[in-house]
């Protein structure tokens, strides 16, 4: 299996726009963070896991010629707003919760129903708490909370994702026990309403315990790549734009 990361920052991106803190300002690539996206790559499956707002520039920049599959987190802007521009990749399997469907069918509602060329393609599977098989590769649904919205990450062979998981329970967290590889959102050090803080990511990661763990979705207020990835306990990294890790 393979990652590579796409994007690594928050709904905002970093640099933030009008901002000259020393994380903007850096010459360092690794503190330029897109949205948050990655693709998983199983034997010859590529999946797409979210589909934002910089989808366009991360396909380009990592060479993206085909996509067997969706899988959205949730509804927000950050983690769909870029689905129009699956049109290239033909008909697409686009997997997500009863939320998130919903609003795919409002956003999008011109690429249902409607033959007009030029349009995505999109299959749309509505999925719950259940296992599911996409494209023969088993998925296993993590039921959590971005704040009140329920969100799903998910488990793939020994792989985790979670992102925008501010809380997730005790049993489904077991769902993630046994990881080679574990990726989690951590916004910055200060609490946030919605976002599990550097903290309270490590508190997740220390009930997983899996053998490797890559944090995204940072913002700016995360800090420098080079001195926070320093800061870190051993398996445990910061994700950058374009990062690709075999496991």
Do not use: W
């Given at each position: 299996?393979?990652?590579?990361?796409?994007?690594?920052?928050?709904?905002?991106?970093?640099?933030?726009?009008?901002?000259?803190?020393?994380?903007?300002?850096?010459?360092?690539?690794?503190?330029?963070?897109?949205?948050?996206?990655?693709?998983?790559?199983?034997?010859?499956?590529?999946?797409?896991?979210?589909?934002?707002?910089?989808?366009?520039?991360?396909?380009?920049?990592?060479?993206?010629?085909?996509?067997?599959?969706?899988?959205?987190?949730?509804?927000?802007?950050?983690?769909?707003?870029?689905?129009?521009?699956?049109?290239?990749?033909?008909?697409?399997?686009?997997?997500?919760?009863?939320?998130?469907?919903?609003?795919?069918?409002?956003?999008?509602?011109?690429?249902?129903?409607?033959?007009?060329p030029g349009i995505p393609s999109l299959s749309l599977h509505e999925i719950d708490e259940r296992p599911f098989v996409a494209k023969g590769v088993e998925i296993i649904p993590v039921s959590a909370l971005h704040y009140c919205l329920p969100i799903f990450g998910y488990r793939i062979g020994n792989f985790g994702y979670l992102t925008?998981?501010?809380?997730?329970?005790?049993?489904?967290?077991?769902?993630?026990?046994?990881?080679?590889?574990?990726?989690?959102?951590?916004?910055?050090?200060?609490?946030?309403?919605?976002?599990?803080?550097?903290?309270?990511?490590?508190?997740?990661?220390?009930?997983?315990?899996?053998?490797?763990?890559?944090?995204?979705?940072?913002?700016?207020?995360?800090?420098?790549?080079?001195?926070?990835?320093?800061?870190?306990?051993?398996?445990?990294?910061?994700?950058?734009?374009?990062?690709?890790?075999?496991?």
């Open positions: 299996m393979k990652i590579t990361f796409l994007g690594t920052g928050t709904s905002s991106g970093v640099p933030y726009i009008g901002c000259s803190c020393e994380v903007c300002k850096s010459s360092d690539a690794r503190d330029k963070r897109l949205r948050c996206s990655s693709l998983l790559e199983v034997g010859d499956v590529k999946i797409l896991i979210d589909c934002g707002p910089d989808f366009r520039q991360q396909a380009l920049a990592n060479d993206l010629t085909h996509i067997d599959a969706v899988l959205l987190t949730h509804e927000h802007v950050d983690h769909m707003m870029g689905i129009d521009d699956l049109r290239p990749f033909g008909n697409v399997d686009v997997y997500a919760n009863e939320l998130t469907v919903k609003a795919l069918q409002r956003v999008y509602s011109y690429c249902f129903n409607n033959d007009y925008d998981v501010k809380f997730v329970s005790d049993e489904e967290l077991e769902k993630l026990k046994g990881l080679d590889l574990f990726v989690i959102d951590a916004l910055r050090h200060k609490k946030h309403l919605s976002h599990p803080s550097i903290e309270e990511a490590l508190a997740i990661v220390e009930k997983v315990k899996p053998k490797k763990t890559y944090f995204v979705h940072m913002s700016h207020d995360f800090g420098l790549h080079a001195v926070q990835e320093r800061l870190l306990p051993p398996n445990v990294y910061v994700a950058y734009d374009g990062l690709s890790v075999s496991f």
